[in-house]
């Protein structure tokens, strides 16, 4: 099955929102509108614990606050780039205040697809 069938299955079953991650190539969110890739940010990698707490619970947090899909995909990208570049799971989480500043100032390449 590829990504966009399974997105559209699992959107089907009643998640508002349903996130595959790709490790250095991005991550994939899909609803039951579209389909959202967002490309990973480039970073030295010395561990990847905690790399997937920090992408899902930034994008958590995002949404939540009530930022759009594509903005809490971008901060989750990035805070999680910024995790790797550590061997433990804390050292490179980002504080608030600096990854919005990230995310305002930063460029990445988003590509949608309707479902």
Known sequence: MSVAGVLRALTQLGPMHVII??????????SRDEIIFGSAQKS????TAGAGDAFGATFAAYLAQGHRIDEALIAASINSASVVQYV????????RQHLDEKVASGYQAIKRWPI
């Open 44 to 47: 030295k990698v010395f561990g």
């Open 21 to 30: 991650t790709d490790g250095a190539r991005g991550a994939f969110v899909g």
């Open 88 to 95: 433990d799971t804390q050292t490179g989480l980002l504080r």
